[in-house]
Nanobody
């Protein structure tokens, strides 16, 4: 069974840092483009960052550029998101996802869960002011 399992979310003060992890299993994640997507309360899904298979290209959403760093460890089937300088606007459920059209990320076309071949259950990040 293919699975993506996120961890590392929690409550943090404004200006703080968090590192999210995503463990992939049941499919060859190293061959898949992967991404982090978030959903704030009452809002739609938003691209956070994506990374191509082979780490040849990375793209960030404008809201997180310069503050978040996406990385992957294909030997461990892991995806990471290092988040710094967090603000209350970063409060959201963060989802790990794989197998999607890269062009939708770079064009900032709002994502939908159906756009992804693999989708995690999400981890909550809450940033207090």
């Amino acid at each position: 069974e293919a699975r993506l399992v996120e961890s590392g979310g929690g409550l943090v003060q404004s200006g703080g840092t968090l590192r999210l992890s995503c463990a992939a299993s049941g499919f060859p994640a190293r061959h898949e483009d992967m991404a982090w997507v978030r959903q704030a309360p009452g809002k739609g899904l938003e691209w956070v960052a994506g990374i191509l298979s082979g780490r040849s290209r990375i793209h960030y959403g404008d809201a997180v550029k310069g503050r978040f760093t996406i990385s992957r460890d294909d030997a461990q089937n892991m995806l990471y998101l290092q988040m710094t300088s967090l603000t209350p606007e970063d409060t959201a459920t963060y989802y790990c996802a794989a197998d999607f059209l890269w062009g939708r990320l770079v064009s900032n076309i709002p994502p939908d869960q159906g756009d992804f071949g693999f989708w995690g259950q999400g981890t909550q990040v809450t940033v207090s002011s």
